[in-house]
């Protein structure tokens, strides 16, 4: 069965870096969009970035764009997330998922638009 297992996460202090990593298996990595979606304490879920199938093609929120890379290494089949400069605001649970469809930038996250999740792992940005 698909499985995504997320990890990196922790707490940093304003300013630093993370970067958070996305083992798959069960399903064919290399031909499937992926996305990470974090959700902020007590906010809903709030669209990331996405990467296409064979990792030329990325997309990023306003919010992140300039400051985190996606990337993707099919060989391995693991996503990433390489997050820098980072903020209190992005303090968050990140999910990694595959989305259906193309890879896109995204504005209103429809969770029908994903078809399968991680568990999450917990970012926490403080001084």
């Known amino acids: 069965q698909v499985q995504l297992v997320e990890s990196g996460g922790g707490l940093v202090q304003p300013g630093g870096s993370l970067r958070l990593s996305c083992a798959a298996s069960?399903?064919?990595?290399?031909?499937?969009?992926m996305s990470w979606v974090r959700q902020a304490p007590g906010k809903g879920l709030e669209w990331v970035s996405d990467i296409n199938s064979d990792g030329l093609s990325t997309y990023y929120a306003d919010s992140v764009k300039g400051r985190f890379t996606v990337s993707r290494d099919n060989a391995k089949n693991t996503l990433y997330l390489q997050m820098n400069s980072l903020r209190p605001e992005d303090t968050a649970v990140y999910y990694c998922?595959?989305?259906?469809?193309?890879?896109?930038?995204?504005?209103?996250?429809?969770?029908?638009?994903?078809?399968?999740w991680g568990q999450g792992t917990q970012v926490t940005v403080s001084s």
């Open positions: 998922a595959t989305k259906r469809g193309r890879a896109k930038y995204t504005i209103g996250l429809c969770t029908a638009d994903f078809a399968s």
């Open positions: 069960g399903f064919t990595f290399s031909s499937y969009v």
